[in-house]
């Protein structure tokens, strides 16, 4: 019952103001866990700490879905795979000119000849972590506060718990190694047993019980700086959610331990007693996700939205927004919402450059923009809804969804506080004497560029002191409560279908005023038309196993979700659990046909604006020369609605690999491989892949560069 992850532990500042250290680099001189000798090691309280602090994430390794670990870090470069604030980049949310591996024909992902995700020396380290220290803490033979050392053991289990749910989303069954693994080929073989995905769920639920048995409210170790009781409470939820829906949605597959369903690990003897029951498990880990959501949810208010917009005009002395401060300022520790924060300074050379990267980089989608309610609460598409229209990018923030408001960045926008000079965009035309601003499309090199023009908003400072290299101290929000009621909200319609329960209603309203939207979503839910969502919105997850959804209370619990957390990095996530990416799989029955992202729509009002509409290079002789798609494109089926005038973010060079298809799925990418050496090492003779223990995921085979066999 334990977890883990790994983390530069300089990040978590706040920790060094409690008197845990003497200095941050305390933390950078832990001795590697192969060369610490037990007997001097893990003595007291501030030796357990500034042990497990070194597990949070790595910093140069951090990616949702590719490397590993749940608490992300901005690196110091930026590095493309170390953002929380770009890991939705790829998916129907925000894209840029390509699209990743997950969604290609042919994919790059591929089975390895070595290395992937079946690694867990990690584990095995916070494993051996607690086997010693559990007999200590028994005998009263570490020093120093109660409260303490508990805390500290307590971490240790959510980290281990947290390594172990990556891989589970990632790679399915899993071993469950409560020892470290001795270098014998008969032990090894015997721990490379895989465990059925939901036995290992509930040791991964039954690790976070523990703790939050033992971990507190972080009063004596760093506030929500560090790994509290409630963030332990809020992945537990999540972990119970993932599960629960990814075995709803998944049931009479191979990708759930159902024998009759073509499960492989019904090959293998060792499972031989092993019996399923989808229902059951899928019950259980519901009722585990609303309990652990509510108790969270019920503790921590959100914090309040004062319809304070940044950007509309110069920064002057009106109150700030909270909601939008929570992730643009520097200390998050007076937000109730915010469940664990990374905090940052420069001073101790502990910062990023997020906002030097982001002022050029991908952007969000159309079909994302178009999923945003109105103020009234009504879908773009209806009459009465007061849309303005998209034929300027700004127009599609008036009246709208705060969220949007709030998160997304238009241009002409101001930036800066103290700096009314700079503002977002590129400078066009002087128009009635006001210089005019229109999205950088077009340019790789722009200041503030946008592949979209839809730019993403969230972690954007208002302080222009930290947008160059290595000097930005903007915190990075990792766990909040508002997850805690989408949780509840989404847990309580598989419970109770489209009626729901008292708790989940107030829930929803409550996230519904914090956006600035008519508190009652049975507005939505009655205005919502299915056929014009999927035309306007193109949102994938109006599907699950290659059907739409018939449950307009559901979609819209999923549309809640995808606005709610928009560029935290848990879009793929929900798109796996919710098998919403059958219906790209090429020839099902289910399949929608090409599937393409677009970008806003930069020819009409927008081009206009431009002072040189050569800017924009299009149907070009050489063309790898062209930066935007044609408006001459009679490809309509690939085209937002059929308009060409739309930004087109597949098709602006033919030679692209999704210029005609775009997005596509295969269904083994709802896992990953499994690397060919694990299966020979495990092995009795460590060369016969038959007789390994390890089985391969679905639709893999063991031979390394091949790709997806379905």
Not at 28 to 49: C, K, M, V
Not at 440 to 458: D, E, I, L, N, Q
Not at 657 to 686: C, R, V
Request: with cysteine; aromatic share 12%.
């Amino acid at each position: 019952m334990d977890k883990r992850i790994k983390l530069i532990a300089t990040a978590f500042l706040g920790v060094a103001s409690m008197g845990l250290l003497s200095g941050c680099d305390d933390y950078l001189d832990i001795t590697p866990q192969s060369e610490i000798a037990p007997q001097d090691y893990f003595r007291n309280a501030n030796q357990l700490g500034a042990y497990t602090i070194n597990y949070y994430t790595s910093g140069d390794n951090w990616d949702a879905e590719g490397n590993g670990g749940c608490f992300p870090f901005e690196d110091k470069g930026f590095a493309s795979n170390t953002s929380l604030y770009h890991d939705d980049e790829g998916t129907d949310n925000e894209c840029g000119t390509g699209a990743k591996g997950y969604f290609n024909e042919k994919s790059g992902t591929q089975v390895g000849a070595t290395g992937g995700l079946w690694s867990f020396r990690r584990i095995n380290e916070l494993t051996y972590f607690l086997r010693t220290v559990y007999p200590r803490y028994e005998s009263g033979s570490i020093s120093g506060d109660e409260v303490m050392i508990k805390h500290y053991i307590g971490e240790a289990h959510m980290l281990r718990a947290s390594e172990y749910f990556f891989r589970l989303r990632r790679l399915g069954d899993l071993p469950i190694r409560p020892f470290i693994v001795p270098l014998d080929r008969d032990v090894l073989i015997k721990v490379s047993e895989r465990k059925p995905r939901n036995l290992v769920a509930r040791f991964i639920l039954a690790d976070l019980d523990s703790a939050i048995n033992l971990l507190s409210d972080g009063a004596k170790t760093g506030g929500t700086n560090r790994i509290t009781r409630d963030a332990a409470l809020l992945l537990k939820a999540r972990v119970a959610l993932f599960e629960a829906t990814f075995e709803k949605n998944f049931a009479g597959t191979p990708f759930v331990p159902d024998k009759a369903a073509g499960w492989p690990g019904a090959s293998k003897e060792y499972n031989k007693d092993f019996v399923y029951d989808n229902d059951t498990e899928v019950n259980f880990f519901l009722d585990q996700a609303m309990a652990a959501a509510k108790e969270v949810a019920d503790r921590h208010k959100l914090a309040s939205n004062n319809k304070r917009g940044f950007g509309a005009t110069a920064f002057s002395s009106a109150p700030t927004n909270d909601y939008y401060n929570m992730f643009a300022g520097t200390d998050a520790s007076s937000y109730p919402e915010v469940l664990l924060w990374h905090a940052y300074s420069k001073n101790q050379s502990v910062a990023h450059s997020f906002n030097l990267r982001a002022r050029n980089r991908c952007g969000l989608t159309q079909e994302f923009q178009s999923a945003f309610l109105m103020e009234n609460g009504l879908p773009i598409y209806d009459p009465a809804s007061g849309y303005k229209g998209d034929d300027y990018i700004e127009d599609t923030k008036v009246n709208r969804d705060w969220r949007w408001q709030l998160f997304m960045k238009s241009p002409g926008d101001y930036l800066y506080a103290g700096n009314d000079r700079i503002r977002h965009g590129a400078e066009g035309k002087t128009i009635d004497g006001e210089v005019t601003y229109v999205p950088a499309v077009y340019s790789t090199s722009h200041s503030f560029a946008s592949r979209t023009g839809y730019a993403p908003g969230k972690m954007i400072t208002t302080n222009d002191a930290f947008v160059s290299e290595h000097t930005d101290e903007t915190n990075t929000i990792v766990y909040r409560s508002a997850e805690a009621y989408l949780i509840y909200l989404e847990a309580a319609w598989y419970k109770f279908g489209d009626g729901l329960d008292a708790t989940a209603w107030d829930y929803w309203k409550e996230l519904r005023k914090r956006a600035g939207i008519a508190e009652d979503p049975q507005i939505t839910i009655n205005a919502t038309d299915l056929d014009k969502e999927w035309e306007y919105t193109r949102d994938l997850a109006l599907y699950s196993a290659g059907k739409r959804l018939t449950s307009k209370v559901l979609y819209n619990i999923r549309r809640e979700r995808r606005c709610e957390l928009m560029n935290e990095g848990q879009r793929l996530m929900d798109l796996i659990r919710w098998r919403a990416l059958d219906q790209l799989v090429k020839p099902e029955p289910s399949y929608v046909g090409s599937y393409h992202l677009h970008g806003c729509k930069i020819f009409g009002p927008i081009s206009d604006r431009l002072k040189s509409k050569s800017l924009l290079k299009h149907d070009q002789p050489d063309v790898t020369k062209n930066n935007v798609s044609s408006p001459n494109d009679t490809e309509t089926s690939k085209l937002y609605r059929g308009d060409a005038n739309y930004l087109s973010l597949f098709r602006i060079n033919p030679t692209n690999e999704w210029y005609d298809d775009g997005m596509t799925w295969k269904m083994a990418h709802y896992l990953m491989p499994i690397a060919q050496n694990h299966f020979l090492e495990s092995s009795p003779t460590g060369s016969d892949i038959e007789n390994s223990p390890i089985y391969q995921n679905p639709y893999w085979g063991t031979q390394p560069q091949t790709y997806a066999e379905r």
